[in-house]
């Protein structure tokens, strides 16, 4: 299993990104994915998830209405679309995957400051 994330990068205040997060190693379209962000000095955050069929899950609150989670199975990629972006939304963004146990990609790096 590999997890690549991209797309981080620094932006201000209420501008957007969208992360990409190329998946490798399993039969994507048959697993549920997830996006989490980890803040500096905090606990890693469980943000979204996007089912096989393509539902989704929001955990994280201060997100509603501003992220979304998409998935491209012919690409064997997921999406995180970021708009609205606050200050504290500043943190490492990593996909994963559960197959056995839980997989991670390395992180990309999102920093909202003006």
């Known amino acids: 299993v590999q997890l690549v994330e991209s797309g981080g990068g620094l932006v201000q205040p209420g501008g957007s990104l969208r992360l990409s997060c190329a998946a490798s190693g399993f039969t994507f379209s048959t697993y549920s994915m997830r996006w989490y962000r980890q803040a500096p000095g905090k606990e890693r955050e469980l943000v979204l998830e996007i089912s096989d069929t393509g539902g989704t899950t929001n955990y994280a609150s201060s997100v509603a209405g501003r992220f979304t989670i998409s998935r491209d199975n012919a690409k064997n990629t997921v999406y995180l679309q970021m708009n609205s972006l606050k200050p504290e939304d500043t943190a490492v963004y990593y996909c994963?995957?559960?197959?056995?146990?839980?997989?991670w990609g390395q992180g990309t790096q999102v920093i909202v400051s003006s």
């Open positions: 994963s995957v559960f197959r056995f146990r839980r997989y």
